[in-house]
């Protein structure tokens, strides 16, 4: 585990934007269907400012206008990877958006969470519990 958190450690410190990942783990959360994961991520990204319209709206991300390109990019890139298919067109617009640094910090990222969601489904424990901030 203490690999795990360190890499969460080095992701406190990426230039991608924390409200960006918090969507991002937000959004992969919701295609693994990891509710203790649900739970932390909108807690946060709530506590930081984020607005329930667009959480509720994020796993129709293509269909609504509340989203960045930017964030549409990421959003993109974190399906692709968790699905384990990325379509030249979605690198393309990732690579649109992102420096090199900050793409292979977002896909650490994105394999970071999908391992988390993966630990969390295994061994449920607490949903609900989490308060914003608990871990840094």
């Known amino acids: 585990m203490k690999?795990?958190?360190?890499?969460?450690?080095?992701?406190?410190?990426?230039?991608?934007e924390k409200s960006l990942l918090e969507l991002v783990f937000f959004r992969v959360s919701q295609i693994n269907g990891c509710a203790y994961c649900l739970d932390m991520h909108a807690k946060?990204?709530?506590?930081?400012?984020?607005t329930e319209q667009r959480l509720y709206g994020l796993s129709a991300w293509r269909e609504t206008p509340y989203y960045s390109e930017r964030e549409r990019a990421a959003f993109a890139w974190a399906e692709a990877l968790t699905h384990c298919d990325?379509?030249?067109?979605?690198?393309?617009?990732?690579?649109?958006q992102f420096t090199e640094a900050e793409l292979i910090d977002l896909s650490l990222a994105i394999t970071t969470i999908?391992?988390?969601n993966r630990i969390n489904i295994a061994f449920p424990h607490g949903v609900g519990t989490y308060v914003a901030g608990q871990f840094g």
């Open 44 to 50: 946060d990204a709530r506590a930081a400012g984020e």
């Open 114 to 116: 999908n391992t988390w």
């Open 86 to 96: 990325v379509p030249d067109a979605v690198y393309q617009e990732a690579v649109a």
């Open 3 to 16: 690999t795990i958190f360190g890499i969460g450690a080095y992701l406190k410190k990426t230039p991608v």
